[in-house]
């Protein structure tokens, strides 16, 4: 069975960083693109970034310069630093996996991250 599972939100000050991690198993992760996606109430799911198997990257305008997304696939395991967080910035956090049909099909369940001073 395919497990997709974020970890490492939580409450930080504007300014502040957190590093959110999500482990994933069950499909051939190396060659898989995975994806970070927000969601706020009232608000459409956004896509934050993106990493293909050789480890290129798309990030969403607002976050570039502030978020890195990176893998390690001996780990099963990839990551978003997000630097010079914003209030704008919270939401939950969904770590997606399996690109599919242009739709990622594979979700974890989400980790809350909150930027309040």
């Known amino acids: 069975a395919v497990e997709v599972a974020e970890s490492g939100g939580g409450l930080v000050q504007p300014g502040g960083s957190l590093k959110l991690s999500c482990v994933a198993s069950?499909?051939?992760?190396?060659?898989?693109?995975l994806a970070w996606y927000r969601e706020v109430p009232g608000k459409e799911r956004e896509q934050v970034s993106q990493?293909?198997?050789?480890?290129?990257?798309w990030y969403l305008d607002s976050v570039k310069d502030r978020f890195t997304m990176s893998r390690d696939n001996d780990k099963n395991t990839v990551w978003l630093q997000m630097n010079n967080l914003k209030t704008k910035d919270t939401g939950v956090y969904y770590c997606?996996?399996?690109?599919?049909?242009?739709?990622?099909?594979?979700w974890g369940q989400g980790t809350q991250v909150t930027v309040s001073s």
């Open positions: 997606a996996a399996g690109f599919r049909w242009n739709r990622f099909i594979y």
């Open positions: 069950g499909f051939a992760f190396s060659g898989e693109e």
């Open positions: 990493i293909n198997g050789g480890g290129g990257t």
